[in-house]
């Protein structure tokens, strides 16, 4: 695994959307959801929204880094605001 050149950074990241994928499993089991309809129209469940959320946060980090607005902690912070809205309106 030396050539992917791993920082704690890259390892953090991937333990979190793992921790994410198991709390959604769980929540899937323990609390079953019927599909809702939100402000985009089309029905969606709990993986919809963070699949949703999780390609919104790539596009604001991405936009971050390309405008250079600051440190990165500011598009973390905004991604976590902008997921939180995603899970309650769509």
């Known amino acids: ?4 050149a791993w920082t704690w950074p ?11 994928l198991g709390v959604m499993s769980w929540l899937a089991i323990r609390y079953p959801e019927t599909p809702r ?8 469940t709990r993986g919809d929204r963070l699949f ?9 980090n991405l936009a971050w880094l390309g405008l250079a607005l600051g440190p990165q902690w ?3 912070g ?3 605001v ?3 809205g995603i899970f309650r309106t769509v």
């Open 1 to 4: 695994m030396a050539w992917m």
């Open 10 to 20: 890259t390892a953090a990241f991937f333990a979190v959307i793992v921790v994410i």
């Open 37 to 44: 309809k939100g402000i985009l129209g089309i029905e969606t």
């Open 52 to 60: 949703i959320s999780l390609l919104v946060a790539g596009f604001v």
């Open 74 to 76: 500011g598009a973390l």
């Open 78 to 80: 905004l991604s976590l």
């Open 82 to 84: 902008l997921t939180a």
